[in-house]
């Protein structure tokens, strides 16, 4: 489904990544792991096409990212944020977002689903993005990028400084939504998500030192 080809990212003259290669195929879970300040964040905003690699090639179902059109490609590639960030003044606003990107009518039913499955009442349409806590944003934040499934999610640290409670339930629907099919490249440091790992990338000093599949 993804498959990168001697990746690399030079920025400010400094070597950032170089050399990365490997491929994910649909279905799979990939956690990425490794010392801060590796390449990791980096790593995913270029497979999210936030980024672009330096040099090397990313191929997205056998076809070469930098041809592809970038929206499209952003709605079936879909990264979430470290830092979650909110728009708008209400969660409502923010699972209306991707309807009104797509010109869709928003579907309040949907909105209510996806809350639902992350543990929050149809009560928190309605709430301001100021008044809900650290975990109950990252909770809106990712299931905005669920809103419509990608093909693939790309995860940054989204269960990392969460209260336990926002984790695991964080933990649970990325679960679910692998087993749902959707295809994920999470980078974290927790320690249970990484001894739950099916296949473990390690990205240190911008290389990788790792790639085990269990
Ligand atoms: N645009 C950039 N320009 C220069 N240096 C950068 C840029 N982006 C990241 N870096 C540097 O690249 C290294 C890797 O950063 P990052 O990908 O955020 O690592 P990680 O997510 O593994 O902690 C760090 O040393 C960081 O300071
Ligand atoms: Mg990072």
Not at 4 to 22: N, P, R
Not at 68 to 90: D, H, I, K, M, W
Not at 145 to 162: A, Y
Request: charged share 25%; aromatic share 8%.
């Amino acid at each position: 489904m993804i498959q990168l080809e001697k990746v690399g990212f030079i920025a400010g003259g400094e070597t950032i990544l170089a050399d990365i290669s490997f491929a994910v195929t649909k279905g799979d879970f990939l956690t990425i792991s490794g010392p801060s300040g590796g390449g990791k964040s980096t790593l995913l905003k270029i497979v999210a096409s936030l980024l672009t690699a330096t040099s090397g090639k990313i191929l997205f179902e056998d076809r070469d990212l930098a041809e592809l059109n970038p929206v499209t490609y952003r709605r079936e590639v879909s990264y979430c944020f470290q830092q979650p960030a909110l728009f708008g003044e209400t969660v409502a606003d923010n699972l209306r977002f991707p309807f009104e990107i797509r010109g869709e009518t928003y579907d309040e039913g949907r909105a209510v689903e996806l809350l639902s499955r992350v543990a929050l009442g149809k009560s928190y349409l309605q709430k301001s993005i100021n008044e809900i806590s650290g975990g109950e944003k990252q909770r809106v934040a990712l299931i905005r990028n669920l809103m419509f499934p990608p093909k693939v999610l790309l995860l940054d640290e989204v269960t990392t400084g969460l209260d336990e409670v926002s984790q695991q339930i964080v933990w649970q629907l990325i679960s679910d939504s692998n087993q749902e099919g959707i295809t994920i490249l999470q980078v974290t440091h927790d320690r249970q998500e990484i001894a739950a790992a099916k296949q473990l990338l390690t990205i240190e000093g911008g290389k990788i030192s790792e790639l085990k599949r269990f």
